[in-house]
């Protein structure tokens, strides 16, 4: 921004107070949100869009990205590849979907990121164990069991940023581990952006009403490429060691664009 000449401010969103009766943000043509906080996310995105600010990335999208359910869903509703995956509010029908998945199955936080509290279910006992525990240790008794078919990725998984229409880059995040975030280890090392990923990038954006987001795609083992999930606040320390794109600039640029359209 600065280097664009453009006035801008950085609100640390832990400093202020959002005072939910008061109409005065409406100097700000536009806000990038950048609260890597799920929920600090979504609150500071809705009060700014009530109050009449544009913000990047909107509160709907952000809504559905920082969900795994409706991000599933959402990729379903618009014909995006992604693997198999089904919800159960209990232990046992949590048990029987696990089972008729077939093991290996992946059980996940529906709200949650850098590879955290993930579960790799290989057998029926690990199963068991591991539904009792997440059953027992849910104070609320209300996530769901977010059970989803395990993908025989070779090695690792392709990270891309997609910026407004653009697919900014693509990576190739490997470890031998099977989770492969950044924050957990894995290696970032630079990949083309084919056609197919870049469609399958751009239409899992858009399939969650788009901005600036970052797509996590997986090899399936004969070869075919299914979105895993799209992240709201990208981050991007290993992409920028790894790629020679202009990311920060894109990003700048998208959101001059919207704040020119908001004026
Ligand atoms: N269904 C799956 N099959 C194989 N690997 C998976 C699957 N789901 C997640 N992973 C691995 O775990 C990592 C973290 O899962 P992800 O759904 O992206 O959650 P997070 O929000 O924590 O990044 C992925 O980057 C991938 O390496
Ligand atoms: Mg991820």
């Given at each position: 921004m600065r280097e664009r000449g453009v006035g801008f401010e950085r609100i640390d969103v832990r400093q202020?107070?959002?005072?939910?009766?008061?109409?005065?943000?409406?100097?700000?043509?536009?806000v990038l949100i950048r609260c890597l906080s799920h929920s600090r996310a979504l609150y500071a995105a809705k009060t700014l869009q009530e109050k009449g600010v544009r913000t990047v990335n909107s509160y709907e999208a952000i809504a559905t990205c920082g969900d795994k359910v409706l991000t599933t869903l959402a990729l379903i509703e618009h014909g995006v590849p992604t693997p198999r995956t089904a919800i159960a509010f209990a232990r046992e029908p949590a048990l029987t979907a696990v089972e008729e998945m077939g093991y290996p199955v992946v059980l996940k936080p529906p709200v949650g990121s850098w590879g955290r509290l993930m579960a790799k279910l290989n057998d029926r006992e690990a199963a068991e164990a591991v539904i009792e525990h997440k059953e027992a240790l849910?104070?609320?008794?209300?996530a769901p069991f977010y059970i989803q078919d395990y993908i025989h990725k070779p090695g690792g998984d392709i990270r891309t940023l997609v910026v407004g229409n653009e697919t900014v880059y693509a990576v190739y995040r490997s470890s031998p581990?099977?989770?492969?975030?950044t924050a957990r280890g894995g290696n970032t090392s630079n990949l083309p952006v084919t056609p197919e990923i870049d469609h399958l990038s751009r239409a899992a954006a858009e399939a969650v009403g788009g901005g600036i987001v970052a797509v996590d795609i997986l090899e399936d083992s004969d070869g075919s490429l299914l979105v895993n999930e799209v992240n709201h606040t990208p981050e991007f320390h290993g992409a920028m060691q790894a790629t020679d794109a202009d990311i920060t600039g894109r990003m700048a640029d998208y959101v001059l664009s919207i704040a020119r359209e908001e004026r």
């Open positions: 202020v107070i959002f005072d939910l009766n008061d109409a005065t943000l409406e100097d700000y043509d536009v849910d104070k609320s008794q209300d581990h099977w989770i492969t975030n």
